[in-house]
């Protein structure tokens, strides 16, 4: 059956995974001393009892799984354990052991790792599951998926969306065939697959006239008026810890259409000693393109570090996946700079492809210029971000609704700040002084879904009247941008899913609402502040009402609905509101349920039929919706498998709400976001902003956390307008 895992290394020792095993839930006893201590410390904390804490947190390790990588020179392995198996041998171990030793890991009883974008359902026995790079689950003792199969929507791989002709994004200008002239280029990266530990070597980036060996990176079109000549781009490399660059990671060429790949940039660059030679650093060498101040997209290259006496990776059977081996392409580059490009881009890449560790790199981009360092700073979580992000929530989880919510959220908020580089704050502060009045528009791009980026405590806040957490100072907003892109459906459009830019502005001819009304049949209460937030949607806002059944599920991800006696297609933005919850038994916890009590998950959002011209904003306003995984942004959850299915936007909880405050911030929301007439909304990012500073309570009282608890994906500065009648 397929378990969710905990993602582990074989590095680790026995007393490191049983600390991380803690944090999630699991161990054989409280009174073990990983267990005994992390519950007296989230006791400590949140003032709750020691045993109240323990019974919150505990969870049946039978019903996981264990995903280890292990690095076996230049080759990367799999293995999948029961966690219960795991957790017992580490128990009883000295805890200095690692779990190569303890498991007895060996080559040749490696995992498969089949991928779950092929939709099986069926996989080997003993295999870790991968989505896009990472480990979503494990199949073990039956190697078949015993999830209850959820009947897709039914789509029409050959009925495209009558919106979905063009294959512009939302937010570009649109200009006359005629006045342009387009040239086809590709990503060049010219490097070593491999090079010893302090030995300088080049790495030349450029454009080509076709694809590159070992590069991902898709085909691009360098677009510029009919008689300009060439087209200036800057290159910003990186790459993880242990690799740094002579002279800088920032370059700028002028690139002459009519001779691409003779513009390249050359950057010198040298890796730190290696302890081993079976323990080469394997990293990645990013590159992101920029145009206008706007990063238009990345191509990457593996790269190893060998120990200065070696000249070679060392020799092994063809095990497991080889850190040189072709990489799957990655999402088309961009070059058309965005109209209403964020103040500051905060890009948190992950160059070693670890799950089981909290090692990333952070970038950051603007179209102002900035005294501060751009990067790549170092960034670790110290545990891996799944388990970094589950702390902090069951911080909050355990506090409730107690007087200590305050000190609680701040203290989640100064957490998160550490591991921000200090430069990030730094350019923060740069950005306010030139846009001032207003407030800086931040875009925030991380391989890592689950951390709160938006919760980040802001010590020199840039406007003192408002709570000092990042999401309250500036206009704020995440998206995706790597190689994990969908490909475009059949029939729908050329353009990745999601959109190399997320859309700055969108035109509304059509809402839908998408409301419960619970039957006692269901299993499920009815819920009249959602049936009522509903109804005004559809009065004040002439939203489509739509039945939570499965025909209107249908059709609403189809993109074939009909209003009134006219076929509408999609719409441009949508909302739910019911029941939902969050199972962390399953690979995809996130569920939302229709009126029958059907549950939906997730990844049907992923076979939606938008994208291209047609990019909804999708507000989920359902309690527990919010969390995929361990939080909204995983990318098994709501968020990702949404924006993978071609919505521009998408906003939910990062918990728990209250009902009457939820119906408050979707009515409002609305009303700011998509006024009548021909007026423009005010950005998405704004009216967050606004919200979360609602926050704030008074000195004595217990405040709400539902102000704080929405994310957005999507364009801080995402504007709406209703669409002139035609």
């Not at 190697?143 to 791989?157: A, C, E, K, L, Y």
């Not at 080469?280 to 990345?298: A, K, M, N, Q, S």
């Not at 909880?653 to 409002?668: M, N």
């Amino acid at each position: 059956m397929l378990k969710p895992v905990i993602s582990l290394d074989a590095d680790m020792t026995a007393e490191a995974v049983l600390q991380r095993l803690a944090m999630n839930g699991f161990w054989i006893s409280v009174d073990d001393p990983a267990a005994s201590a992390y519950i007296a410390q989230l006791s400590i904390r949140t003032g709750r009892p020691v045993d109240d804490v323990a019974t919150m947190l505990t969870r049946d390790a039978s019903r996981y799984g264990a995903a280890i990588r292990r690095q076996w020179g230049a080759r990367v392995l799999w293995y999948a354990r029961e966690l219960g198996e795991v957790l017992e041998r580490c128990a009883r171990s000295s805890g200095g052991q690692s779990l190569l030793d303890l498991l007895q890991l060996h080559e040749s009883d490696a995992s498969s790792t089949p991928s779950r974008e092929s939709g099986s359902q069926a996989f080997p026995t003993s295999s870790v599951v991968m989505d896009a790079g990472e480990p979503v689950a494990v199949a073990l003792v039956t190697g078949v998926s015993t999830q209850p199969r959820i009947r897709s929507p039914g789509i029409d791989p050959g009925e495209a969306s009558p919106r979905s002709a063009t294959t512009r994004s939302a937010s570009s200008p649109v200009v006359a065939v005629s006045e342009v002239r387009d040239v086809p280029a590709w990503p060049r990266i010219d490097a070593p697959d491999f090079v010893p530990a302090l030995e300088r070597f080049d790495v030349t980036v450029g454009f080509g006239t076709a694809a590159q060996a070992g590069v991902a990176g898709g085909q691009l079109i360098l677009r510029a008026p009919a008689g300009v000549a060439s087209v200036e781009v800057v290159v910003e490399l990186s790459a993880g810890p242990g690799v740094q660059a002579i002279d800088g990671w920032r370059g700028t060429m002028s690139v002459n259409l009519d001779d691409v790949a003779s513009a390249c940039v050359r950057f010198t660059l040298t890796g730190e000693e290696r302890v081993d030679a079976w323990h080469p650093l394997l990293t990645t060498l990013e590159v992101r393109y920029l145009v206008g101040g706007t990063v238009c997209g990345i191509a990457s290259r593996p790269l190893i570090i060998l120990h200065s006496r070696e000249a070679a990776p060392p020799q092994q059977d063809r095990v497991g996946e080889s850190w040189s081996a072709p990489v799957r392409a990655s999402a088309p580059v961009d070059l058309m700079p965005d109209p209403a490009a964020p103040d500051l881009t905060i890009e948190i890449s992950k160059p070693d492809r670890n799950a089981s560790s909290g090692q990333y790199v952070c970038q950051i981009f603007s179209l102002h210029p900035l005294t501060c360092g751009r990067g790549p700073f170092p960034m670790d979580l110290g545990q891996d971000a799944k388990t970094f992000a589950a702390d902090l929530v069951t911080e909050v989880k355990a506090v409730g609704q107690s007087i200590l919510l305050n000190q609680a959220l701040e203290s989640v908020g100064r957490l998160v700040a550490q591991c921000l580089p200090a430069a990030v704050f730094d350019a923060l502060r740069e950005v306010a002084v030139n846009v001032a009045p207003n407030a800086p528009a931040v875009l925030i791009v991380s391989a890592e879904p689950y951390v709160p980026w938006e919760l980040s405590w802001v010590d020199q806040p840039l406007d003192a009247t408002r709570p000092s957490y990042l999401g309250c100072q500036a206009l704020v907003g995440r998206w995706l941008r790597d190689d994990k892109a969908a490909a475009p459906t059949a029939g729908i459009t050329t353009s990745p899913r999601p959109a190399t830019h997320p859309i700055a502005s969108l035109s509304v001819c059509n809402m839908a609402v998408m409301a419960a009304w619970y039957k006692a049949a269901s299993g499920f209460m009815r819920l009249p502040m959602a049936e009522a937030e509903a109804s005004t949607l559809v009065t004040e806002h002439g939203a489509l009402p739509l039945a939570a059944t499965e025909q209107a599920m249908s059709s609403f991800l189809g993109a074939s609905l009909e209003k009134g006696f006219e076929r509408i297609g999609g719409v441009e933005a949508a909302h739910f509101a019911g029941h939902g919850d969050f199972d962390a038994t399953r690979p995809d916890a996130s569920t939302l349920f229709l009126e029958s009590g059907m549950p939906i998950r997730s990844n049907l959002f992923r076979a939606a039929r938008y994208g291209g011209a047609q990019q909804p904003l999708l507000f989920l306003n359902a309690c527990m919706l919010g969390i995929g995984g361990e939080l909204l942004g995983d990318m098994g959850g709501f968020p990702g498998n949404s924006l993978r299915g071609g919505f521009g936007g998408v906003l939910g909880a990062l918990w728990e709400v209250d009902d009457e405050v939820a119906r408050t911030v979707a009515l409002e929301f609305w009303q700011r976001a998509l006024p009548a007439g021909p007026t423009k909304g005010e950005p998405v990012g704004a009216i967050l902003r606004d919200l979360r500073c609602r926050f704030a309570s008074a000195a004595g009282s217990v405040p709400d956390s539902t102000w704080l608890a929405y994310v957005y994906y999507g364009h801080p500065r995402l504007t709406l307008e209703r669409a002139t009648t035609q």
